[in-house]
């Protein structure tokens, strides 16, 4: 009764794994990444001469303004993935009201997006349309085995409180509601983009039901994606530093590489007028993600740009998704800037592992 | 991958229900009791002459005064279970610093006690002892074919951090812990005594990590005990008014009638003074306990008695377990009183479920 996990699936998840270590790799000086394809069309800007920090920002920053479509305010804290020779995306949109629900968008080059007006209209497995959440916000998407996931923070029904919903979809098209994750509260639900020892493994962070004064990530498994378990620890706030000393939380589906899982969290600081989110590195083990291998100890961005500093929450950065090319390493982070923009961030994959290294105090 | 519910499982659950509806009942006038047995030796005393409350308190309270081991300071929120002929109990102790602990009682009349000095050791299922936990409070105890479960409010390891532990024992020597339930937060998990259509049931209060300022009912399912998922929200604080608008949450195992299961529950109302813990009732439906049928407008008993009004934390009655006599309907309520003591109350399950549904504004 204890360990219902069958030898299928852990033969299933040995196989897959197995197929990645032998699948083509591009190694860089700093380790190898698994599970993701060659990106060349991915946006791109090269590091600016004089940038003394591990990423920079996108010149031509925000990429989403302000009254992206008729109907809304502000898109941010969204999420994209490579889709059909382009890109598609699930974005927040807060609505003039300031409401926020989820959206559907499509773009050819990651940067320049049509959006639908319409929020996504979730369907049940019968393909019946679900009753329409308060709210749903921050969404991650990721692909496992061809189906493609969408978690968010979604409204528990008729509670007015915060858990994680999930959905899938084969085609963009339809996508099929799940059950919520888990109990209220809980604002941050990120998927690893493969199964772990046979399991469904999700990054998460408890919450209240307000502007929550605290937030440790936890992790969380499934097999099936409708009951969830052994639920682990795996870092708390406020090891590193007064940056991170309110709350933690994971950000965008984590990179697997062959030094760890490295995992893109925001980090909030608190001061007499009000929470600073910023964003930093963690490298998690491959094998058992509630292990921490290196923690940075410093933020690699905090808010300083205008659409950073200066939106309807000013100085946050909540980092939600990344693009990769898994050719050279380069990494494109799309940032909530502000609860107000959608901005870029570029990197390389290996220069952060190296930078997370070096910058370690564990 | 949607629905794992084994077509076993349901077989199970549907010949258990079928031999408990074809077991010798006892009828009242206000619906049956399942599952239970006659208990004759309980403690029971006469509703007194005056009385116009649904249930009343022991003369002889309180049962548990304070102080009763020399390393404990006070036993309350605790549960009791007819056990060989007798009864046992795991008890909520505080101990001289203040931090609860799980200890192990028994007793000839559930009346008079004998408490081991040293809590409760878990251990895990190889019978290796469990890391200690900060903190264990708040026990319930019940019985589903054959094993006895134990669900408490535990430390998350390592975050001092409130979640729901669980533990299953035959014979009350070895207590096998099992995963915690659930994430942080979570304060009470009590579980149904039966299965559900084929799968554990649990009621809970997702909360935050202090003196949490709210809390509603929940239910979340399990085939295993080790993951859980399809979370349903219960009721609302406040739908009956002012005595229950802070908070409320589940109380002793719920007592399965003919006329729904008759849950007690805790809820609380806040003062310029503190909280005030009050008890009451609902009737939730047999087949979907997420459905309430009849929900009491006020509570059936609140802090009035020196015991209750007087203590380490003033105000507070907090039911953890009942002893039922199936055959006459009479039901023992064991209570924290004050967060200090233990006491009891007495009540009929026949006339609850009729005071319920005559109390009920729905």
Redesign the interface.
């Known amino acids: 009764?204890?360990n219902?996990e069958t030898n299928e699936e852990r033969a299933s998840a040995e196989k897959k794994i197995a197929a990645q270590k032998s699948a083509p790799k591009t190694e860089g000086s700093n380790g190898r990444i698994f599970g993701l394809s060659a990106l060349p069309n991915m946006p791109w800007e090269d590091k600016p001469a004089g940038c003394t920090r591990p990423i920079w920002r996108y010149s031509a920053n925000p990429v989403i303004d302000r009254n992206p479509l008729p109907n809304v305010a502000r898109a941010f804290n969204s999420a994209v993935i490579p889709y059909g020779g382009g890109y598609v995306g699930v974005f927040r949109m807060d609505h003039h009201n300031c409401m926020p629900h989820l959206h559907f968008g499509t773009s050819p080059d990651a940067l320049n997006w049509t959006f639908n007006e319409e929020p996504i209209q979730f369907v049940d497995?019968d393909g019946r349309p679900m009753p329409k959440a308060e709210f749903t916000y921050d969404p991650r998407v990721l692909e496992i085995d061809g189906i493609y996931y969408i978690s968010w923070c979604n409204e528990?029904?008729?509670?007015m409180?915060p858990?994680i919903g999930l959905a899938m979809t084969e085609d963009f098209e339809t996508f099929v509601q799940?059950?919520?994750?888990?109990?209220?509260?809980?604002r941050n639900g990120v998927l690893f983009p493969r199964k772990i020892n046979g399991e469904f493994v999700m990054l998460?962070r408890?919450s209240?039901?307000g502007h929550t004064p605290?937030g440790?990530i936890?992790l969380?498994?499934?097999?099936?994606?409708?009951?969830?378990?052994?639920?682990r620890?795996v870092m708390?706030r406020g090891a590193g530093g007064w940056w991170e000393n309110t709350k933690i939380g994971p950000g965008p589906v984590p990179i697997e590489t062959s030094e760890g899982w490295l995992v893109i969290y925001h980090a909030v600081s608190n001061t007499c007028n009000g929470l600073i989110y910023s964003m930093s590195t963690v490298l998690l083990d491959r094998d058992d993600p509630a292990k921490v291998l290196y923690r940075a100890n410093q933020p690699m961005l905090s808010p300083e740009a205008p659409y950073e500093t200066t939106g309807f929450t000013p100085n946050v950065i909540f980092p939600c998704a990344t693009l990769c090319d898994a050719d050279t390493g380069r990494l494109a982070i799309y940032c909530g800037a502000a609860d107000t923009f959608t901005s870029l961030a570029f990197g390389n994959v290996y220069d952060l592992i190296a930078w997370t290294k070096a910058n370690s105090d564990g």
Chains 1, 2 share one sequence.
Not at 178 to 186: G, I, R, S, V, W
């Open positions: 009764m204890l219902s497995e528990f029904p008729g509670t409180s858990t799940l059950e919520n994750a888990f109990l209220p509260f809980n998460n408890p209240d039901n605290f440790d936890y969380s498994h499934s097999k099936d994606l409708i009951y969830w378990g052994k639920h620890l708390k």
